[in-house]
């Protein structure tokens, strides 16, 4: 049902950039409200989470059905976010006149979860049981593992990489879509003498699956590819859905990409929101290029709009992280800039080794201390826990009291 836009603008605190995509779109000759392929470049710190927020808010305002809505997230919390702010969103609009159904936005989740759920419908389609069991993580290594000592894998006269590792491999090569021979040369080398071994293990690990009706987190994505593949049911499920949105799209794999061509080929409401710059989970087969070549694929009737005003940071640290970007030989250009006043311009230092970095690092906050900056005003980032150890050995020599997030104090790990 059309909804008539209230007095109320709920677009009105979004930037031209941010409303003309939530915007983007018209109602077709029936009235339905429809757009073609919409790529969303946004960059660090420009409000993606609060674009796409509003932009399902808006399909919803249009008239368009929740339950006809696919709204595909990178972690189940992000869902459940962008479902409460749609939901505040739309009330406030409507003046509480207007909610969504009990259930949100019914398709809203991971690709995961949908899958899990798509999957249950149509499994006696693929040979599945309705009742499958999903192992995660941990119960499809132990089953490797068990399939490792069946084989004898484990008895070699040399080291037989561990089931972690083969479950990573095993994962790299379902996701890639790249053969097994390939992938150990590139990211596995070390296993690169096991390649036969390893076939056969994999064999074994998706015929024991099969046996006992599981899948595991790969094959909810390797499954629901092959089902939509099939054109039938790939034109039925996306006739399911008016708009088909993607959060975080460069983190997606080439097995997601596909998904997302089988339901919607020519593009049609499809919203895709990310960054490649942001791009830092090729570790788990993330494909940049599915980001990058989206405009190839449905230009010219798609649109790409670039969010580029910066609510986070100050304009002279923007302007370090600009021109770091612009080194990138391939990407969608973005110049971030901030409204923000003031601010130091970051500095590079090269030290000599760790200890000299720490003791860098706690100089610079006493002699902020002397300028009249309070110690709980500074703040020290590292990218693991154990990487603050020196920091901290040399915060406590200072006599410098200090909160750490993310892991034990150094010294109050058992073992030290």
């Not at 097994?180 to 024991?208: G, N, Q």
């Not at 599981?214 to 039938?232: C, R, T």
């Not at 500095?347 to 100089?363: K, L, N």
Request: proline share 4%; aromatic share 8%; charged share 25%.
């Amino acid at each position: 049902m059309q909804v008539a836009e209230s007095e109320t603008d709920y677009l009105g605190m979004l930037n031209p950039a941010q409303r003309m995509a939530a915007e983007y779109g018209e109602p077709d000759a029936g009235g339905r409200f429809g757009s073609g392929p919409l790529l969303v470049i946004a960059g660090a710190g420009t409000g993606k989470t609060m674009t796409l927020a509003h932009r399902v808010a808006h399909l919803v305002m249009q008239g368009v059905s929740p339950e006809r809505i696919l709204l595909l997230t990178f972690t189940r919390r992000a869902a459940q976010e962008m479902i409460r702010r749609v939901e505040n969103i739309v009330r406030a609009a409507a003046h509480d006149r207007m909610r969504l159904p009990s259930g949100g936005l019914p398709w809203s989740g991971t690709f995961h979860s949908i899958g899990n759920r798509l999957l249950r419908r149509f499994a006696h389609n693929l040979g599945l049981d309705p009742g499958f069991s999903v192992l995660d993580r941990g119960d499809a290594a132990d089953m490797l593992d068990v399939v490792r000592h069946e084989l004898k894998l484990t008895r070699a006269s040399r080291r037989f990489p561990k089931k972690d590792t083969c479950l990573a491999i095993y994962s790299r090569c379902v996701n890639s879509q790249k053969p097994l021979a390939e992938v150990l040369e590139s990211f596995y080398p070390w296993c690169a003498d096991w390649t036969d071994e390893l076939s056969k293990l994999f064999r074994h690990y998706v015929d024991r699956k099969q046996l006992s009706q599981s899948l595991d987190y790969d094959d909810l994505l390797l499954y629901w590819s092959h089902l939509v593949a099939e054109p039938e049911f790939g034109e039925e499920i996306g006739s399911w859905f008016d708009h088909v949105l993607v959060d975080e799209y460069q983190d997606t794999n080439l097995v997601q990409a596909h998904i997302l061509r089988a339901l919607k080929p020519d593009g049609r409401g499809v919203t895709v929101v990310g960054d490649d710059a942001q791009s830092i989970y090729s570790f788990r087969a993330a494909e940049v290029e599915n980001i990058l070549g989206f405009p190839d694929q449905y230009m010219p009737s798609g649109r790409v709009v670039t969010l580029e005003q910066n609510y986070r940071s100050t304009q002279p640290i923007l302007e370090a992280a600009n021109c770091l970007i612009a080194e990138s030989e391939r990407q969608h250009r973005k110049n971030l800039y901030s409204t923000k006043d003031g601010g130091a311009k970051p500095r590079y230092v090269t030290v000599e080794d760790g200890e000299a970095e720490a003791e860098y690092v706690v100089t610079s906050i006493l002699a902020n201390r002397e300028l009249g900056m309070e110690l709980k005003e500074q703040a020290v980032l590292f990218r693991g826990s154990h990487h603050s150890d020196r920091l901290e050995l040399e915060l406590v020599r200072r006599n410098i009291p200090y909160v750490k997030y993310g892991g034990l104090k150094f010294l109050e790990a058992a073992h030290v």
